[in-house]
Structures are given as structure tokens and as C-alpha cells.
């Protein structure tokens, strides 16, 4: 089972990508981790240039390649080899990030958006994406808890880019079947639940399919 976690920064997924993962090993099942963009000796290298504040002037071109190079190295190094071995893998952030970050937030042209996206993951889509939602005030809230010297790049993106990556998510949550809204806002342990009950009720809608 493939699991993605999205959102805005600072909306808390990878806490609950934390808290899934020893809801799994509890269970005795077999869990990989990853977080976006990383994941790879290659993809980290790549992280390092992308979040980097150094690079401010960094082209949208060159951004959504480099999150797309990325992505296309963890797919094919870390995620598809783990799915073929039975593992549950959890990525903090995948393709969905792109859409709402580079596609709403960059304004980058979403048929292409799309089609790049589709070129670095092939089939590899997430069964169940958790989008872990939270309003403008409350990045901000959250954000002035953090030392300005400790925000990476993307982190120090105004109001207005927040504003249109959450429509960008927003759109996703009401076209795409696997979007599982959640109220960020919500205690941590009562999105731990809503996210359990939701894994437990794929799991067996998926064995009642298998079985007819």
C-alpha cells in the first residue's frame, strides 16, 4: 500500500507520517519511509539545492525540473522496489506537491504540470493522500514559532504563494477519489484516528474487491 501525505508546510503530516509508521510496526507490517523531495543519495543532493536559501533566484523552470528529477529517482530506487516486497510505504509529500506548489503557487501551465508529473512517477499513484489542511493564519501562526535562519526556501514564501498552493490542494481533494481531507487544526491524536480509521476502512473495501 502506497500512503501520501500533503499540505501546506508547517500543517503537521510529518508528525502523523511519524505516528503511522509505528501504528504499522504495531501491526507487524513491513514500513518504508521517505520524505520529498529526498529519499536517495541522488534526491538528497537534490533536496539540498532546492530548499537551499542561497538559491532565491532560482528559475520555476529549473525548480520544477529539479523536484521532478527527484521524485523520479525514489520512485524507481526506493518506492517501487519496497511496494513489489509487500512493504506500506509512507511518503511525506509526492506528484500532488508539484501540482499545488509549482502548478497553483508557481503558475506554472498544469497540463504541463501534469504531464511532467506523469513522466517522473509512471504508474506509481498513492492509494489513500492524506491532506492534512490548515488555514493561512495558521501557517503563520506556526511559522513566527521558528527562527527565521531555520526556514528553508520554500518556508519563506509569501501569503499570496500559500494562499494559491492550498487552492491548488483544494481543487485536488474534490477531483481526485484518494484525497482524505483533514481539518489540521484538529488535536494531533484526533488526526491520528481519522487517518487509522480511514486506512482500516481501504483495507477492507480492497479485500472485499479481491474477494469477489
Given amino acids: 500500500m502506497f500512503i501520501t501525505f500533503e499540505g501546506l508546510d508547517f500543517c503537521g503530516k510529518s508528525t502523523q507520517v511519524n505516528l503511522l ?3 504499522f510496526l504495531k501491526r507487524n507490517n513491513k514500513v518504508k519511509i521517505i520524505r520529498e523531495p529526498g529519499g536517495t543519495l541522488i534526491s538528497e543532493k537534490i533536496r539540498d ?3 537551499d536559501k542561497n538559491n532565491a533566484r532560482m528559475n520555476i523552470e ?3 525540473f529539479l523536484f521532478s528529477a527527484s521524485r523520479a529517482q525514489v520512485v524507481r530506487e526506493v518506492i517501487r522496489p519496497h511496494l513489489d516486497k509487500g512493504y506500506y510505504v509512507i511518503a511525506d509529500r509526492f506528484h500532488d506537491s508539484t501540482f499545488a506548489y ?4 508557481r503558475e506554472i501551465p498544469l497540463d504541463f504540470v501534469c ?12 492509494d489513500l493522500t492524506f491532506f492534512i489542511d490548515i488555514p493561512l493564519e495558521e501557517v503563520n501562526k506556526r511559522k513566527s514559532l521558528i527562527r527565521n535562519s531555520e526556514l528553508d526556501r520554500i518556508e519563506t514564501s509569501k501569503d499570496d504563494f500559500y494562499c494559491k498552493v492550498r487552492e491548488g490542494y483544494l481543487y485536488l481533494t474534490k477531483n481526485e477519489k484518494r484525497f482524505k481531507l483533514i481539518n489540521g487544526v484538529l488535536p494531533i491524536d484526533e488526526i491520528q484516528t481519522i487517518i487509522h480509521n480511514e486506512i482500516i476502512n ?3 473495501e480492497d479485500r472485499s474487491k479481491n474477494v469477489f
Fill in 102 to 105: 509549482q502548478g497553483y503557487g
Fill in 21 to 23: 509508521e509505528e501504528f
Fill in 202 to 204: 481501504f483495507e477492507k
Fill in 62 to 64: 529549473t525548480e520544477i
Fill in 115 to 126: 504531464k511532467i508529473n506523469q513522466f517522473a512517477i509512471g504508474e506509481t499513484i498513492p
Fill in 49 to 51: 539545492i532546492l530548499l
